[in-house]
């Protein structure tokens, strides 16, 4: 296995600079966001695609310092409804158009969540009554998403991509094993997990057995860790919409590998990954109000170098 992470976990370091910490980390991949949600701080969509050189050059500067690319990551909402959903899927499918220019072979996205007919905004169904729900949940998957993924998958292939990893997330119609694997039997194995326990944590199902049940569907890994408060959410459930900020006052909240699950935990994590086959990445993923994003990689990448399984030789790097 490798040790990367998302880039966005230091959005506010300039690229140089947080390539310096990638090789100071001993980091073997990068996962760029290309867009939609992310501001895709190291990384200019527009300006790659139009321009060889300028994707060289991308490509070398990586290499000097012994740093491949995991993955290209473009996580939004392509389903939104009108423009914004629009603008979301041109996002993606220029994503998915770079990362066949850049011989990257997968990348990271949603689902997407539509409305229902009519709607301004996107409607996660999450329970089967009042009854009426289960007709916008009939019509967002037999007339939006299977038909938009049968056309993206399609897509995709056709520029060589055959592996669109799919985080299972809330607000997303795919956010838990029985979603993907629907989505899967309906559009094909070009659609895979791009597995992030920190959100099976929250939504209470077990991250190990969910690893065992996707086995080969996993075609990427985010490490990130989630603390559930078992107070509040014994008081409140762990539906939270109190925002990230305020993480005293939540529920559950997302941290530093550790901080929520202990290393014997993600000793399991990693061991049954391999188990099922997986030895790709485990790109961090630092979402933490607590600790400062360079504080977190440092913490996160001390913990995973201690128990990650058969780890390549780095290469040398250019000093």
Not at 267 to 294: N, R, W
Request: charged share 25%; net charge negative.
């Amino acid at each position: 296995m490798k040790i990367g992470m998302i880039t966005d976990s230091v959005g506010d370091l300039n690229f140089d600079e947080m390539l310096a910490l990638a090789a100071r980390l001993g980091l073997d991949t990068l996962e760029f966001a290309c867009g939609n949600w992310s501001s895709a701080p190291h990384l200019n969509l527009t300006e790659l695609l139009s321009s060889e050189p300028k994707r060289r050059e991308f490509r070398r500067r990586l290499s000097d310092h012994g740093i491949e690319i995991s993955a290209l990551n473009c996580s939004g909402n392509p389903l939104y409804p009108g423009d914004e959903g629009k603008r979301h899927d041109t996002v993606t499918r220029d994503t998915i158009k770079l990362a066949s220019l850049m011989d990257v072979d997968r990348v990271v996205l949603m689902s997407g969540c539509p409305g229902a007919p009519g709607d301004m905004h996107p409607n996660w169904i999450t329970v089967d009554w009042p009854l009426e729900v289960r007709e916008t949940l009939r019509w967002q998957w037999e007339e939006v998403l299977v038909p938009y993924w049968h056309d993206l998958v399609a897509y995709s292939n056709g520029l060589g991509i055959r592996k669109l990893c799919l985080e299972l997330h809330g607000q997303q119609n795919v956010y838990n094993v029985r979603t993907l694997m629907k989505l899967r039997a309906a559009v094909g194995d070009t659609v895979g997990a791009n597995y992030d326990p920190s959100h099976l944590m929250w939504m209470g199902a077990d991250p190990i057995a969910a690893i065992r049940a996707l086995g080969p569907t996993i075609f990427h890994v985010h490490a990130k860790d989630t603390r559930i408060d078992q107070t509040l959410a014994g008081l409140n459930s762990r539906i939270e919409t109190i925002p990230g900020d305020r993480f005293q006052e939540r529920a559950w909240n997302y941290v530093t590998l550790g901080y929520g699950h202990g290393e014997q935990w993600w000793a399991e994590f990693v061991a049954t990954l391999a188990a099922v086959g997986y030895d790709g990445v485990l790109s961090i993923e630092h979402e933490d109000f607590m600790l400062l994003p360079i504080e977190g990689m440092e913490k996160t990448v001390a913990l995973l170098d201690r128990i990650v399984i058969n780890r390549p030789k780095r290469r040398s790097r250019r000093r």
